[in-house]
T-cell receptor, first 112, second 110 residues
């Protein structure tokens, strides 16, 4: 298995633009998580899905953030409009049962 | 807010020495997990210990859990330069999602 695949690896965009981050979880994993990592706030859970259904989105910072999981093999995190304070590394992770998460390599987002 | 807090924030040791990192948390948990993150990479799962377990081993890793003190420790024995990374503890409550601590930056000097 290729692991959790995220794209793009790096994204530089101008303030106000729409940004879409993509994630392909490991086949057979039924839970998917989006985290954001910054120096100031560490790793923050944004949203998590179980069997493609959003279970907890309380970590989504604002209405500018939205996430979808149209099927078991794909999820997106969208920021519209983006702001400089959204600059961070965004990680997607997947899991099955009571086992550890498998993380993707992350998307480093820079909003200028 | 973060559930787990690691101590120390940074640790520097010589190759061959043992490294011990501690984690404290606030609420009851189902399990506690440790992850490693190399610079610029994603997190890698190291070990999971359930709330009814007190100690677990995996290769050079030893994890202890004291639920009465709400604390855990990660011991890496005979450290290697390749162990240089950030180490995070993460706790799982009733729900599936993990809450991560702030991490310990370990540097192993050759």
């Amino acid at each position: 298995d290729a692991g959790v695949i995220q794209s793009p690896r790096h994204e530089v965009t101008e303030m106000g633009q729409e940004v879409t981050l993509r994630c392909k979880p490991i086949s057979g994993h039924n839970s998917l998580f989006w985290y954001r990592q910054t120096m100031m706030r560490g790793l923050e859970l944004l949203i998590y899905f179980n069997n493609n259904v959003p279970i907890d989105d309380s970590g989504m910072p604002e209405d500018r953030f939205s996430a979808k999981m149209p099927n078991a093999s794909f999820s997106t995190l969208k920021i519209q409009p983006s702001e400089p304070r959204d600059s961070a590394v965004y990680f997607c992770a997947s899991s099955w049962g009571e086992v550890g998460y498998t993380f993707g390599s992350g998307t480093r987002l820079t909003v200028v | 807010s973060q559930q787990g807090e690691e101590d120390p924030q940074a640790l520097s040791i010589q190759e061959g020495e043992n490294a011990t990192m501690n984690c404290s948390y606030k609420t009851s948990i189902n399990n506690l997990q440790w992850y490693r993150q190399n610079s610029g990479r994603g997190l890698v799962h190291l070990i999971l210990i359930r709330s009814n377990e007190r100690e677990k081993h995996s290769g050079r890793l030893r994890v202890t859990l004291d639920t009465s003190k709400k604390s855990s420790s990660l011991l890496i024995t005979a450290s290697r330069a390749a162990d240089t990374a950030s180490y995070f503890c993460a706790t799982a409550q009733r729900e599936r999602q993990l809450t991560f601590g702030s991490g310990t930056q370990l540097t192993v000097l050759p």
